[in-house]
């Protein structure tokens, strides 16, 4: 019983690891790209969504792999 809340512990500390860095390499994307995203989705832009959602998707999958 001990060793499983060890690993529920480890299973969230490494959770909340990915969505930080989640969120820090979508900041990153943003203030690297010469359009600004987030204020193309304030407008509305679809596209900048799109575009936005793949880039998430992609860096979760990158980081999801590299901490498994």
Known sequence: MYQFFINAGL???W???GVI????????FDMLHPI??????EEGNVAAGVLLGAVV???AYI???AIS
């Open 11 to 13: 299973s969230i500390v």
């Open 15 to 17: 959770a909340m690891i």
């Open 21 to 28: 860095l989640l969120f820090i390499s979508t900041l990153v």
């Open 36 to 41: 600004h995203i987030r204020h193309r989705i």
């Open 57 to 59: 998707i992609g860096m």
């Open 63 to 65: 980081i999801g792999t």
